[in-house]
Nanobody, 115 residues
Framework: QVQLVESGGGLVQAGGSLRLSCVAS????????MGWYRQAPGKQRELVAS???????NYADSVKGRFTISRDIVKNMGYLQMNSLKPEDTGVYYC?????????WGQGTQVTVSS
């Protein structure tokens, strides 16, 4: 069973930056998509950014131009660089990996942006 572990969350002032990391416990084969989701208090989980196996990226409109998703296949790592953070970016951020046969989720990392 593959485990995904996120890190890099924390408390930051508006306008600041954070870099989230997601590491897999072992190599994951046949990855279709890796994504970052977030869930704010009282709201549904939403897609923030995703990257396909051909490195095609997709971003939520609210984070375009501020967030960048990337991955390092050799290191089994995924990243989300978050710049110009806003209070509305606050939430728990989850890493997600979809393969041909599985849908993996991490436990999440808290991001809190103060105004």
């Amino acid at each position: 069973q593959v485990q995904l572990v996120e890190s890099g969350g924390g408390l930051v002032q508006a306008g600041g930056s954070l870099r989230l990391s997601c590491v897999a416990s072992r190599s994951i084969f046949n990855i279709n998509t890796m994504g970052w989701y977030r869930q704010a208090p009282g709201k549904q989980r939403e897609l923030v950014a995703s990257i396909t196996n051909s490195d095609s990226t997709n971003y939520a409109d609210s984070v375009k131009g501020r967030f960048t998703i990337s991955r390092d296949i050799v290191k089994n790592m995924g990243y989300l660089q978050m710049n110009s953070l806003k209070p509305e970016d606050t939430g728990v951020y989850y890493c997600n990996v979809i393969t041909l046969w599985h849908d993996y989720w991490g436990q999440g990392t808290q991001v809190t942006v103060s105004s």
